[in-house]
Structures are given as structure tokens and as C-alpha cells.
């Protein structure tokens, strides 16, 4: 459930606290691990840049956890940013079906 009071954790945040720091992984063997740079787990952890399904598959390989994990916490922030970003607006028109029943 995507909290509506506060912003979802960032998964890059959830990676450090509960991945990186217990277990000592640096960015750097991070990076070897799993071809990705340094720079890009430095940019995933501090928010500047997302989780995609490969980088979710990479982490799940890495830490023994699923990829829909990550998926999650990141469509969970996506979403509530989204959301935040469009409480004023409201559609221009509103495609209705008629009936029950879609017509062909």
C-alpha cells in the first residue's frame, strides 16, 4: 500500500540500510558484482537515479531477495510522485462506455 501522508521509501535508501551497510558492501564491489558502475549504485542510493528491471534482477541475484522487490519500492515511489505531481489536475474529457457492454 502506497502511503498517502509521506513519500514511499526510496529503494536506494532501503539498499544502503538494509543491504549495503550490514553487510560492509562497498559501490565499488557492488559494481563488480554486478557490471554496474560505482557511480550508477551512487546515483540509485541517493536518489538521483531509478530501479529498472535489470538493475531489480542484478539486485535480486546479488542479495538473494526478488526482483519484485525493488520493482515494488520503486513503482511505489513512481506512483506517489505521480500523484503528488497531479493533484490539480483533472482531465479535458472523460470516455465513458455506453452500457454495460462495450460495442463493436
Do not use: C
Not at 50 to 59: N, Q, S
Not at 61 to 77: C, G, Y
Amino acid at each position: 500500500m502506497i502511503p498517502k501522508n509521506r513519500r514511499p521509501t526510496h529503494p536506494g535508501e532501503m539498499l544502503k540500510k538494509n543491504y549495503l551497510k550490514p553487510r560492509r558492501v562497498t559501490y565499488r564491489a557492488l559494481a563488480l558484482a554486478t557490471g554496474l558502475s560505482s557511480k550508477h549504485w551512487s546515483n540509485i542510493v541517493n536518489g538521483k537515479a531509478r530501479i529498472t528491471p535489470v538493475t531489480a534482477m542484478k539486485l535480486a541475484a546479488v542479495f538473494d531477495t526478488t526482483p519484485e522487490l525493488w520493482m515494488n519500492a520503486q513503482r511505489n515511489v513512481d506512483f506517489f510522485d505521480a500523484q503528488q505531481e497531479l493533484t490539480q489536475w483533472k482531465p479535458k474529457k472523460v470516455f465513458k462506455m455506453k452500457g454495460s457492454v462495450a460495442t463493436k
